[in-house]
């Protein structure tokens, strides 16, 4: 599975938009990029995944790049329940591992 | 609908004990996973299962072993633990390999 590049952090004021880039310059045709998060000490939560079109759904909007090499986690309207470690994980059809590096720490502030 | 269930929810082991994590899904999911994750880190798979009676290894299933009898469950067993398997340990279900994985809120584990 092609690996991914996340900020370490980023900060966000409450009921701005929240944009979390990644890269995946090494994606290859059939591998999806998943979103997951997780909120202090709890298990991941899956948010959104997608392959080539951009994706939304009652949680977030997933923007990838023509090119598939980056995409973006957007959250409309952040709130304080949102502070969170998003995993941006790139992963090939059929392949059983998720591979959740380290992540990106949001911290939305009052 | 109560997802993925883990028990217990914390637990403290002393060097050479064993125990069985207990994982049950109620979404009749064929695949199942076993994943730790320590401070700071992402997660890493340790045993995962594609259905009843078949389980393969992960990337880091050394002192670990699993079953899975029925479909709802799958339990991972620690033999002999070492202070090296003090993490935290998240079972996870999904429909398909495609499909998204759903996790449970995790068990907590030291060993001393």
């Known amino acids: 599975d092609a690996k991914t590049t996340q900020p370490t952090s980023m900060d966000c004021a409450e009921g701005r938009a929240a944009n979390l880039p990644c890269n995946h310059s090494?994606?290859?045709?059939?591998?999806?990029v998943y979103w997951y998060r997780q909120i202090h000490s709890q298990g991941p939560q899956y948010i959104i995944h997608?392959?080539?079109n951009n994706e939304t759904n009652e949680m977030a909007s997933l923007i990838i790049t023509e090119d598939r090499k980056s995409s973006t986690l957007i959250l409309p309207h952040a709130t304080l329940r949102d502070t969170a470690v998003y995993y941006c994980?790139?992963?090939?059809?059929?392949?059983?591992?998720?591979?959740f590096g380290t992540g990106t720490r949001l911290t939305v502030i009052p | 609908n109560a997802g993925v269930t883990q028990t217990p929810k914390f637990r403290i082991l002393k060097i050479g004990q064993s125990m069985t994590l207990q994982c049950t899904q109620d979404?009749?999911?064929?695949?199942m996973y076993w994943y730790r994750q320590d401070p700071g880190m992402g997660l890493k798979l340790i045993y995962y299962?594609?259905?009843?009676?078949?389980?393969d290894k992960g990337e880091v299933p050394n002192g670990y072993n699993v079953s899975r009898s029925t479909t709802e469950d799958f339990p991972l067993r620690l033999e002999l633990a070492a202070p090296s398997q003090t993490s935290v340990y998240f079972c996870a279900s999904s429909l398909t390999v495609n499909q998204p994985q759903h996790f449970g809120d995790g068990t907590r584990l030291s060993i001393l």
């Open positions: 997608g392959l080539k």
């Open positions: 299962s594609v259905g009843a009676g078949i389980t």
């Open positions: 979404m009749n999911h064929n695949y």
């Open positions: 994980i790139v992963r090939g059809t059929g392949a059983n591992n998720l591979f």
């Open positions: 090494t994606i290859s045709g059939n591998e999806y």
